[in-house]
């Protein structure tokens, strides 16, 4: 066993592997906790039949997606729909690629990281692949040859393509306050600096969580797949595990966006004031808790979020969306970039 | 090569979409036929008669008290005000009054009934735009609404309960207590769906100035119920033609400013309340006393004909009867349905808006195929 | 009641011969043991107890006024029809359009005005700026079978927002007549003269886009008319006329054709 086969092939492998496996089950079983959390907000229970407590559920919609007949109409552009839910589906795994989780740890000896890569362009590699997501959305809406999914399918690529402005804004804000484009880096960079991201972000922050729900589309931004008016948006005619992807996908977004919303601002795996109460989350009382810990914690809390959001709010109009996004996030975040910058200057002498 | 303009670049084709008769958000089984340029609807025809059943010939074969029960299919969202709209207008034609009593029960299933439907159109309309928790809320105090008229009259949604002469029957026993904790409780539920809703600035963007109705057209399009009110016109025929004792109660009609889809939802919504203290009122001086008049068994009229309209929650729903010397059946009845009265200014309503904001007009109109196609 | 109630102690049970005048106190109010038998005196003051409290309730009953019975206790009393021709509206509207008031009848509340078919854009102008009916409330036609005056009656009513006043106008139509179509008046009026139209058959002239509205296009027959069956004809009969019977019930079983055998003998599906 030489050290660098175990260091650079074995563990990454394993890494791989794992986070894989884990994330496909944090995954579905997001959506039965969407499903409960948001049947609790509308004073009904959920699925509770499945297992205890519903919660075989997840593992039931798998057979049944699986089992399903897999429809493709008859003059819908084969090839292409058939790559739709595959463009749709691997960025967003593909940028798990590079978000940190915790610290490093050993394993018999061994130093094990919590990310698989720490690329030091980690934001633009996250920020450009989950943008080939987009072209997924368009060619699934085009070549179901259906009006309805046409629609939904141009609805959702102008949207995701005008919300990235300002998020990608949002995100410059960050990197004028850590200076790095590494997500480990920028985590560190919270730790010198004894505060999170957040607090002299906040405004930055606002806009990225914002336009990270425009880009996952869901509520209040999902017209794309309004039940009410397109009946399905671009995945009407998807049926089995194509449509899967296409479910799968959006709950991996909700995730990602989640996860770096906590990296960007709130610290990634630190706990609250990591300097200051160092002696308490040093302490024997405390100090078993693993960072990875804070780090879900922190992603669920959004998840939550992103659910209450859900049972809460009517969904805007399509040119309101736009509206929303161009005349007012797009504005905004750019005087928040300012505002930063000017914030850092001083700051930092 | 013939000398036909080759299409160029620029020409606009107009997109033609069934909003089909299977669709979730058409609230039964109405199609409209869309002209799209894009999302801007340049043209939207309604095609309805998917749920004609023919409800007007089958009444000319029935003995009047007989044709009650098909009153409720009509709108069977709110089946008691179709009862109600019968028996009123066949008292008048046989002229008979009926006993306070009576007429106290009648208001009472009528004000339950209107919050019910009220709840239902708020459930689907808010869903329709995108707010999916106010749905299980309001069907929840539906619940308890129609748990009130099973024990009334043993249906919850296709009631059959009232009689021409007043109610079939007696009060159960514990009913006007129960019926009094409901009423209790409801202007808090009420306060609940506004808080979710009302000042919401979504909620506000979607529907001020969406589907606006001037005055005179509401008037001259045949307008009732809210769309009408929501325009400005003070006009409830509870008020004007009062029917089964209403001009014994206190109560206000709320009305509009701007005609938008924002004010017929606020109307609604302070109809709910209104409706709530009517209750209170008819719960408080209920009378003692029989609960149907003295009719004979058989009834037969005289020749002639009388229209007679209650203010259903969709608007004014009318009967107009004919009948023959010695008759006992109707020989014409004609149903005047509010929704599809109000459902013609559709295309005038959404012309110039989004796809999205048909959705929003359909909801606003709040109708129900039922009574459109009878 | 047992037995051992009827037969006091000091006395043999009664046997069915016994005359009955002889034990007239087994007679009273069962269960109770017979006393000795009462005195004439004692029969005779009750007797005339129960004539005076008979006679104290007539007199009470003559003293207090008889409470009037609520109209809901007595038999209803149908409605009248009245002439209506001194209504100020009935009367403004015979000035305003010669000839069109034909005959006014108030019954039940409503008053009803009998107009000629071919004026009646005019009446409806009338009574719309004239009288400021500004609001039709419906628009329907009944079918009278046979009438001198014509089959139909199509009926017009209205509303007056100020002082809530309601008229109704009939205008009688023979079968093959076409109607103007008050479209122009009233908006109100398209969908419900396309109704009147799908269900009668009557032609509305003028109207922007008469078709039919609650059956499909393409249905021959007109359901209200009284002429159809209310069970509905065969759904051949609503589209190929010359095929099938016009306004013939549904198909009795002798009159449906049998398919062929097909060659294999496998019969029909």
Sequence with gaps: MTDPLIRYVVVPLAQTVVILLVLLGIVAYLTLAERKVLAWMQVRIGPNRVGPRGLLQPIADVFKLFAKEDLVPAKAERFVFLLAPILIFVPSFLVWAVIPFGETFTVAGVPVTSFIADINIAILFVLGVSSIAIYGIILGGWASNNKFSLMGGLRSAAQLVSYEVPLGFAVVSVLLMSGTLSLVGIVEAQRDAGIWFFIPG????????????????????????????????????????????????EYMNMLVVSSLAVILFFGGWLPPFPNLLAGLWQSPLLSWIPPFIWYLIKVMIFIFVYIWFRGTFPRYRFDQLMAVGWKWLLPLSLANVLLVGIGVLVLKG | MTDQRLPSLFDVEEMELSFGPQHPATHGVLRVQLKLD??????????????????????????????????????????????????????????????????????????????????????????????????????????????????????????????????????????????????????????EYEELLTNNRIWKKRTI?????????????????????????????????????????????????????????????????????????????????????????????????????????????????????KATEPYRCRVRPPSFVNLQLLPDMVRGHLVADLVAVIGTLDIVLGEIDR | MSDNEKTPPDQLPDTPEKPAGAAPDAAPAGGDAPKSAPTDEEKAAKIAAAKAKAAAAKAAKEAAPEEPKQPWETKPVTPEHEDASADPDVAALAAAVDGSVLAADRFAGDVTVTVPADKIVDICRALKTGRGFKFLVDLTAIDWREREQGRFDVVYWMHRFDDSKRIRLLAAL?????????????????????????????????????????TWEGFNGHPLRKDFPVEGIDTGAAIYPDVYPPGGGPLRPEELEQPEPKADGKGES
């Design chain 2, 38 to 191: 894009g999302e801007k609807i340049v043209d939207a025809k309604p095609i309805i008669g998917y749920l004609h059943r023919g409800t007007e010939k089958l009444f000319e074969t029935m003995p009047f008290p007989q044709c009650i029960p098909h009153t409720d299919r009509m709108d069977y969202v709110a089946a008691a005000t179709n009862n109600q709209g019968f028996c009123v207008a066949m008292e008048k034609l046989l002229g008979i009054t009926i006993p306070p009593r009576a007429a106290y029960i009648r208001m009472m299933l009528a004000e339950l009934q209107r919050l019910a439907s009220h709840l239902v159109w708020l459930a689907t309309h808010a869903i329709d735009i995108g707010a999916i928790t106010p749905f299980f809320y309001t069907f929840r105090e539906r619940d308890a609404i129609l748990d009130l008229f099973e024990e009334y009259c043993g249906a919850r949604l296709t009631l059959n309960t009232m009689k021409i002469g007043g109610v079939p029957f007696e009060l159960p026993a514990g009913w006007t207590e129960r019926c009094s904790a409901l009423v209790d409780g409801f202007p808090a539920h009420i306060d």
């Design chain 1, 202 to 249: 906040i405004l930055g922050f606002g806009i990225y969580f914002i336009c990270g729900v425009a880009e996952t589309n869901r509520n209040p931004f999902d017209l794309p797949e309004a039940e009410s008016e397109l009946v399905g948006g671009f995945h009407t005619e998807y049926s089995g595990m194509k449509f899967a992807f296409f479910f799968l996908a």
């Design chain 3, 174 to 214: 023979p079968a093959e007549r076409s109607m103007a179509s008050v479209t122009g008046v009233w908006r109100t009026a398209n969908w419900l003269e396309r109704e009147v139209y799908d269900m009668f058959g009557i032609h509305f002239e003028g109207h922007p886009a008469l078709e039919r509205i609650l």
């Design chain 2, 209 to 325: 100035g969406i589907g606006v109705v001037s005055p005179e057209d509401a008037i001259d399009w045949g307008l009732t119920g809210p769309p009408l009110r929501g325009s400005g016109v003070r006009w409830d025929i509870r008020k004007v033609f009062p029917y089964d004792r209403y001009d014994e109660i206190d109560f206000e009609i709320p009305i509009g400013k701007n005609g938008d889809t924002y004010d017929r939802y606020l109307v609604r919504m302070v109809e709910m309340r209104q409706s709530v203290r009517i209750l209170r009122q008819c719960l408080d001086r209920l009378p003692a006393g029989p609960v149907i008049a003295k009719i004979p068994k058989v009834l037969r009229a005289r020749d002639g004909m009388v229209y007679g309209s209650v203010e259903a929650p969709k608007g004014e729903l009318g009967y107009f009867i004919v009948t023959t010397d």
